[in-house]
């Protein structure tokens, strides 16, 4: 199984400050990488696929990096929407793993 | 507009059975992998399973193999998760998910989830 390992575990910015999220692979996963974003109270939302394409309807202050084991998921420019709980998911083999997720709270 | 509406969940006795649905609009749902994620109260989040357009090919975390079963009627647009021997570690809301495209493991679209508590 194929652990992703995300940090920092909590993340505290302001507003119009720019926000950088790791995802780290125990082993490749190519660039089968996708990252989630998830407000209190609702389901999950698909940001980026496939490493680094931004899924439909996904700001272009959201972008995604990387390959192998090390990824990146940067927002620019923090809108107050943007502060959720975030997650990495690989689709590299079987099982499909998320990372544990990385809180972006306001500072 | 896609949608995907689930429905089943409720209170069960440890070692129950509880079937959960997903019933989807506004897609060609034979043509799109479906999965179901559960997150446990407070927690993140766990893939459970995973079933291809078809329905010949399913899927499942080990937590779960053997004890849930995932299935679809594509007549009906309906995805489905039998989820037999549950355990109080199953307590959780299980979203069901489409696929983008028709890969599998790609979570575009997702349901509101329906909430499954497994206690005496």
């Known amino acids: 199984e194929i652990v992703l390992t995300q940090s920092p575990a909590t993340l505290s910015l302001s507003p119009r400050e720019t926000a950088t999220l790791s995802c780290r692979a125990s082993?490749?996963?190519?660039?089968?990488l996708a990252w989630y974003q998830q407000r209190p109270g609702q389901a999950p939302r698909l940001l980026i696929y496939?490493?680094?394409n931004r899924a439909t309807g996904i700001p272009a202050r959201f972008s995604g990096s990387g390959s192998g084991t090390d990824f990146t998921l940067t927002i620019s420019s923090l809108e107050p929407e943007d502060f959720a709980i975030y997650y990495c998911?690989?689709?590299?083999?079987?099982?499909?793993?998320f990372g544990q997720g990385t809180r972006l709270e306001i500072k | 507009e896609v949608q995907l509406l689930d429905s089943g969940g409720g209170l069960v006795q440890p070692g129950g059975s509880l079937r959960l649905s997903c019933a989807a609009s506004?897609?060609?749902?034979?043509?799109?992998?479906m999965s179901w994620v559960r997150q446990a109260p407070g927690k993140g989040l766990e893939w459970v399973s995973a079933?291809?357009?078809?329905?010949?090919?399913?899927y499942y975390a080990d937590s779960v193999k053997g004890r849930f079963t995932i299935s679809r009627d594509n007549s009906k647009n309906t995805l489905y998760l039998q989820m037999d021997s549950l355990r109080v570690e199953d307590t959780a809301e299980y979203y069901c998910?489409?696929?983008?495209?028709?890969?599998?493991?790609?979570?575009?679209?997702w349901g509101q989830g329906t909430l499954v508590t497994v206690s005496s």
């Open positions: 079933i291809s357009g078809s329905g010949d090919s399913t």
């Open positions: 496939d490493a680094s």
């Open positions: 082993q490749s996963v190519s660039t089968y």
């Open positions: 998911q690989h689709r590299r083999n079987w099982p499909l793993t």
């Open positions: 998910a489409k696929g983008l495209g028709t890969t599998i493991g790609r979570f575009e679209y």
């Open positions: 506004g897609f060609t749902f034979s043509s799109s992998a």
